[in-house]
């Protein structure tokens, strides 16, 4: 197979893996830390009104679905790529970095040290960790 190709693959299958972790454990995180009592965390806008509402303990699913999200998709990606794939676990990086980022903008509210653990440790980091582990 073609280098590009497999380099192309390599990235779409990193995206759709770690998107399938972020959404599954976002997905379980309300039966493993309830939701405050009347909130509706299945929607953006259910996610708006009630953010005064939530604790510091809702916010460990969330982080934990950006970053082992991030780490599954940079590993997947680095395992499969055929060149430069540090280069491309780095990329899912910040292809979910961007998400993050975007994030922040469509559900405004989310505390000021959430934002920042997330966006400085949930991304690059965790693409540089698979990155690391795949290529040994």
């Known amino acids: 197979m073609h280098p590009a190709l497999k380099n192309l693959i390599a990235v779409i299958t990193g995206i759709i893996i770690g998107s399938i972790v972020n959404m599954a454990l976002i997905g379980i995180s309300g039966a493993v830390i309830p939701p ?18 939530l604790e510091p303990r809702h916010f460990i699913f969330p982080f934990l679905a950006h970053a082992l999200g991030t780490f599954a998709g940079a590993w997947i990606t680095a395992k499969i790529a ?51 582990a795949a290529i040994r």
């Open 82 to 132: 055929a060149t430069v794939k540090m280069r491309f676990a780095l990329a899912i990086g910040i292809f979910f970095l961007a998400g993050g980022v975007a994030n922040i903008f469509m559900l405004p509210g989310a505390p000021v040290w959430f934002c920042v653990l997330d966006l400085v440790l949930a991304y690059i980091p965790m693409a540089w960790l698979a990155g690391k």
């Open 36 to 53: 405050p009592e009347g909130v509706d965390m299945k929607t953006a806008e259910g996610l708006k009104t009630a953010m005064h509402l």
